[in-house]
């Protein structure tokens, strides 16, 4: 049974950083692709970082520069470092990763952008 963890989200300033972590169990971060989503209120959910099986990474251009998508293969975690954070970037932001047809996602951990 596929299983992710979020965490590290919580209140930051207008141009601070946070790091979230996807904690997995039951799936290879190593050999599968892990997405990073967010939604916002009232929004759809929108991919936001992906980093594939071989290690490549993509980004929506909205975070494009400011956004790291990286992983431990050593822990099976994947990790989101998101540096001069934006009002708008407040959102619940999920992790990802299908194991053949099924796709898992984590609980999400709350990212709030605010002075």
């Known amino acids: 049974q596929v299983r992710l963890v979020e965490s590290g989200g919580g209140l930051v300033q207008p141009g601070g950083s946070l790091r979230l972590s996807c904690a997995a169990s039951g799936i290879s971060v190593r050999s599968n692709t892990v997405d990073w989503y967010r939604q916002a209120p009232g929004k759809q959910r929108e991919l936001v970082a992906q980093?594939?099986?071989?290690?490549?990474?993509n980004y929506v251009d909205s975070v494009k520069g400011r956004f790291t998508a990286s992983r431990d293969n050593a822990n099976n975690t994947v990790y989101l470092q998101m540096n001069s954070l934006k009002p708008e970037d407040t959102a619940v932001y999920y992790c990802?990763?299908?194991?053949?047809?099924?796709?898992?996602w984590g609980q999400g951990t709350q990212v709030t952008v605010s002075s």
């Open positions: 990802t990763a299908s194991l053949g047809l099924r796709r898992s």
């Open positions: 980093i594939t099986s071989g290690g490549t990474t």
